[in-house]
């Protein structure tokens, strides 16, 4: 209980350290301010509390904290939509299990069914599915060669995070790796605060946070984003600069995972260069990764989402 309400904590003083008074409309009246962005009693008069209220919620305690006093926190400290949905998370793991509320369910294990392996097979651009820890547990071979390069085990699941913050060929893969860890990092963030007692990510985190320093600094930056859609910027070793658009699914039946589609403008360099891949991928006849423990599905919540 201890460490979630020290999730609370910092997560909301580094909401308030990152907005000044000018941004909030607040009237400083000179001096100076010991620490940057907003002060507790500023958020409270924004967010229509009283100072000690604030506080306390800010300290963990949120045992009786409405929706509403918490819509008017996320206003106060203006937080973006997946911020908003974390601090829900957050408060939602501090208070005891009622009868009628579900928790994430130990144990037993889920697979990809034959079916939807087919629909990804089917597809001719590259295509995921992965769980929330973010490992591959099922792709297409079009998608396999996108991220296996020769000279990989195709037999070791993939998983997205220590692919990039580990393997040193991301440094060369992603064209905007920057972005890339930063935006890692944010979503485990974000699934850490639904599924706070799932071993296998805590576990992720820790092996990263020793292993990466750079890891160990963005998520100390408490910053969430959830998968929706965007673009993806590679290098490939065989074909060169390729760019795709990209959309995410809920896998019916298991919203624990989530299906990522890779989309290519027709006729454009990608196209071309993904047709070559793909005759290079049916040469090869790279392998589907086997299942393993760690890459198996833990049967969670299903209001989880994937990373």
Known sequence: MDSRRTEIKTFLASRRARISPEDAGVPTFGGTRRVPGLRREEVAHLAGVSVDYYARIERGHTAGVSPEVLDAIAGALRLTEAEHEHLFDLVDATRPVSPGRRTPRRGGTARVSQNLQLVLDAMDIPA??????????????????????PGDDPAVPFNYSRFVFLNPRATAFYRDLDRMKHNNVALLRQAVGRAPQDEGLQQLVGELSTSSAEFARLWASHDVLRYRSGTKRYHHALVGDIEFGYETFEVTGHPELLMLVYTVEPASPTAEAMQLLANWSLDRAVPAPRQSADAAIDQQDPDLRSV
Do not use: K, T
């Open 128 to 149: 995921f599915v992965q769980n929330v820890r973010g490992d591959h547990v099922a792709s297409n071979a079009i998608g396999r060669a996108l991220y296996g390069d």
